[in-house]
């Protein structure tokens, strides 16, 4: 926090856009703090160099220190800090803290989704219709579609991880990501909207897999039952 609103330094990374002197500060003190308890555990993060000995380990972390940097270098509070641990390929536990909020979203693998020690519930609408769903501007282009596209409230976050903690909270229906999406950006999220009773799968409507050689996933659909089918149903895969 105290690089949050006060000019940290910035630089680009090419093809993944920006990253601050914050997001590597919180890189370096989650992997001491991190291996240093659990140094069996392999180790994946968007700041630090990615190695293929993670592979053979039976749990890895997930780690995305800072998620949605562009709202943390313009001085917005929806930024997080995103952690995960994969065990066989599977999210067993996931954490999500967005500092500025002071909110801290949780969930294991057979417990409830929390905030802040409060359980939560993703929603139980059916109808895609009128559904308020976190996506890009480009989601609706009728080109996406094998029918006219639904008529869907659009909203949007910078983070992705806080998306999904928004659809595990019931704030939005669902939220959909169709561009291959960073194993480090959902990891953890995917856990607690699922914990929180969402269903949640690639683009193809196929289970997640974690911890792979490449760390990307055919995009991602968090969304209450019947609007996550309808979406899957209607959209152009």
């Not at 996406?144 to 596209?149: A, E």
């Not at 909207?193 to 897999?209: E, F, H, I, K, N």
């Not at 990307?216 to 959209?235: D, E, N, Q, R, S």
Request: aromatic fraction near 8%; charged fraction near 20%; proline fraction near 6%.
């Amino acid at each position: 926090m105290r690089y949050w609103q006060a000019d940290p330094k910035v630089w680009e990374k090419p093809g993944q856009g920006p990253v601050t002197e914050a997001d590597l500060a919180v890189n370096a003190l989650l992997a001491e703090r991190l291996q240093a308890a659990r140094p069996s555990y392999g180790w994946l993060s968007e700041e630090s160099a990615d190695t293929p000995g993670r592979l053979q380990c039976d749990h890895v972390f997930i780690i995305d220190p800072i998620d949605g940097t562009r709202a943390f270098i313009a001085g917005e509070k929806h930024f997080a800090v995103s952690i995960a641990v994969a065990r066989a390929g599977q999210i067993s536990a996931g954490a999500i803290y967005l500092p500025a909020l002071d909110r801290l979203y949780t969930a294991a693998e057979n417990g409830p989704a929390l905030v802040n020690g409060a359980p939560i519930a993703a929603s139980a609408r059916q109808d895609l219709a009128g559904a308020n769903i976190l996506m890009s501007k480009g989601f609706l282009a009728p080109e996406h579609w094998h029918q006219p596209p639904p008529d869907l409230k659009r909203s949007f976050r910078s983070s992705i991880a806080y998306r999904l903690c928004l659809v595990a909270e019931g704030a939005f229906d669902g939220m959909v990501s169709t561009r291959d999406a960073w194993e480090w950006d959902i990891a953890a999220g995917s856990l607690i909207a699922a914990r929180a009773g969402a269903m949640v799968t690639d683009r193809l409507g196929q289970p997640l897999q974690f911890n792979r050689a490449l760390a990307k996933t055919a995009g991602i659909f968090a969304a209450a039952h019947g609007v996550h089918g309808a979406i899957l149903a209607g959209l152009k895969t």
